[in-house]
């Protein structure tokens, strides 16, 4: 049997507002196993980004526990939550979030530099991920040169240079032309063939969703298989 890289066990989320309290997920329950492509659909304001926040420890969840790789990470310190997320997971958003000043090398290096590796292995790896992105030349681009596929594949490469167990995506395909997303899905599932890594996609790509392992709907407030 696979191991579970992420478990989400009875996830609530609960907002107040102007004396109001908004349910937005209510016992949500998701398993992630090594090597998997799981894709999450649902409507706009249903609480798919909100649900990839907790999931990745970015945002609390009212109840309920989320471990990644057989850690609570609710029951870690902010520091130690923050080292874990770097270590063992990768994201992907609908806007590459690259700094506009460094180049594609360097964008792709930081996760290993705030990791503490040292200078010129982070830059080999990042350099040895672009290649396997099909941008090896592109490394001394900045994200103003490079098209939207482009940038977007930096941002993979990115999520990827410290060989994470999951790979979070938030439409990673939503501000690319039909083309593009294409493109990126066969580079999604070259990368998960050839590392292992687990996926675990937001999207309202019908067509991406199809082509993962499992595909769930959120809707209010809960999963249900796809």
């Not at 980004?49 to 902010?78: H, M, R, Y």
């Not at 994470?164 to 501000?175: H, K, Q, R």
């Not at 590392?195 to 407030?221: N, P």
Request: proline fraction near 3%; include cysteine.
């Amino acid at each position: 049997m696979s191991k579970a890289v992420m478990q989400g066990r009875q996830i609530g989320k609960m907002y107040r507002d102007a004396g109001e309290e908004l349910q937005i997920l209510d016992g949500v329950e998701l398993v992630l196993n090594a090597g998997e492509q799981v894709a999450i659909m649902g409507s706009s304001g249903s609480g798919k980004s909100t649900l990839l926040n907790i999931l990745s420890g970015l945002d609390k969840p009212t109840d309920g526990t989320v471990e990644v790789v057989g850690q609570d990470l609710f029951a870690l310190s902010e520091a130690k939550r923050a080292a874990l997320r770097n270590a063992e997971l990768g994201f992907v958003y609908q806007f590459h979030h690259l700094l506009p000043e460094f180049s594609a090398l360097e964008n792709v290096a930081i996760p290993q530099l705030l990791g503490g590796r040292p200078v010129a292995e982070a830059r080999e790896r990042a350099a040895q991920l672009l290649g396997d992105v099909g941008l090896a030349g592109r490394l001394k681009h900045k994200p103003g040169q490079l098209s939207g596929g482009e940038r977007q594949r930096v941002a993979i490469a990115r999520a990827l240079i410290n060989q994470p167990s999951c790979v979070l995506m938030d439409e990673p395909t939503g501000n690319l032309d039909q083309h593009t997303a294409q493109e990126v899905q066969a580079l999604m599932h070259r990368l998960n063939e050839q590392f292992g890594i687990a996926f675990l996609v937001v999207t309202h790509d019908l067509e991406l969703a199809r082509q993962m392992d499992r595909l769930y709907v959120l809707e209010e407030g809960c999963l249900r298989q796809g």
